[in-house]
């Protein structure tokens, strides 16, 4: 959306073609929309699925996920779901209830890009990418992710079974994946630094997630980063910094050390002239565990390789 805080793309269901808004979300690994039996007031303000296409299948299998802020749980169903020129058959969860923190976003559901051969938390069988190699209409189970900064162009894209090369100079830079359960993309942290200058942690590791509009990292962390930052100062889990900062962050993979533009990091004006950070103090996993949202990823090309446990950017 307008304001760079949700990525989503559309995609059709079932045989009456209907458009959802599917967040892309690489951090998930289940897929559910909306339902034509959720009456909440979230399910009311956007799209949902239902008899409209008839060869929607409706499963006896039930589906619940609790998310940092929201709750969604329905049915199983089965439909063609299409999205990039392909049509293809996959399971994915049917909200009959969906929280009322998805009244405010623009999305009908969420499209599950995390490794779902990795976790037991899968409430479907696989993501689309999975539903895509099986069906054999792409050559590998990775995909390429160039998400917009809104003030610059709205050109986001997702491809399917390659990276695009036309959306990065150079050679990507891979770095492999670790093991977790619960379908994360999380690789080490080699380094942060604030124009150059090293806040000293080590031993982090980043969970890349498309589906988070910031930079969670834990208190102590944040407070290392910030103090690098001229006239930074804490209000609760959130730092102002000064408007006019044009320093850049530095996150480092691989021995690559990739900015983050103060134009993404340093954010909306809380007034005279002082500005949000979106580097927010907030541990939502270990506490070595950085949640890596959009904020890093608008300055990236970043490929997420399923065949070869990777990341590349
Ligand atoms: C879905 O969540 C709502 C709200 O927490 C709850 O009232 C309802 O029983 C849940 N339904 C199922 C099938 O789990």
Redesign the pocket.
């Known amino acids: 959306d307008g304001s760079d805080l949700t990525y989503f793309a559309a995609v059709k269901f079932g045989d009456d073609a209907t458009e959802f808004y599917l967040l892309a979300d690489t951090a998930a690994t289940n897929t559910w929309v909306m339902g034509a039996s959720c009456s909440t007031a979230a399910c009311e303000k956007h799209s949902t699925l239902g008899s409209g296409s008839s060869s929607l299948d409706e499963k006896s299998g039930?589906f619940?996920i609790a998310y940092g802020s929201g709750?969604v749980?329905g049915t199983l169903a089965e439909d063609d779901v299409q999205i990039a020129g392909f049509t293809v058959s996959m399971t994915f969860g049917l909200a009959g209830?969906a929280s009322s923190d998805f009244e405010s976003f623009p999305i009908d559901g969420v499209m599950g890009l995390g490794r779902a051969d990795m976790t037991s938390q899968s409430v479907t069988e696989g993501t689309i990418l999975d539903a895509l190699a099986k069906a054999s209409l792409i050559p590998a189970k990775v995909f390429g992710m160039h998400l917009s900064r809104n003030e610059d162009a709205q050109d986001g894209e997702i491809n399917f079974g390659a990276p695009n090369p036309s959306r990065y100079d150079g050679d990507l830079a891979w770095t492999s994946a670790m093991d977790n359960d619960r379908g994360f993309w999380e690789i080490p942290i080699d380094d942060a630094a604030v124009d150059g200058s090293s806040t000293g942690l080590s031993d982090r590791t980043a969970i890349i997630d498309s589906g988070t509009s910031y930079i969670l990292i834990p208190a102590d962390d944040a407070a290392a980063l910030h103090k690098l930052v001229p006239s930074a100062s804490k209000n609760g889990e959130v730092y102002t910094v000064p408007c006019d900062t044009t320093q850049n962050l530095q996150l480092t993979f691989s021995n690559v050390a990739y900015d983050i533009s103060y134009r993404d990091w340093v954010g909306g004006t809380v007034g005279d002239g002082t500005c949000q950070s979106n580097i927010i103090a907030r541990q939502t996993f270990g506490a070595k565990q950085w949640l890596v949202g959009d904020v890093f990823l608008k300055n990236v090309y970043a490929v997420f390789d399923q065949d070869n446990v990777r990341v590349g950017f």
Do not use: A, D, L, V
């Open positions: 039930t619940s709750q749980n209830y």
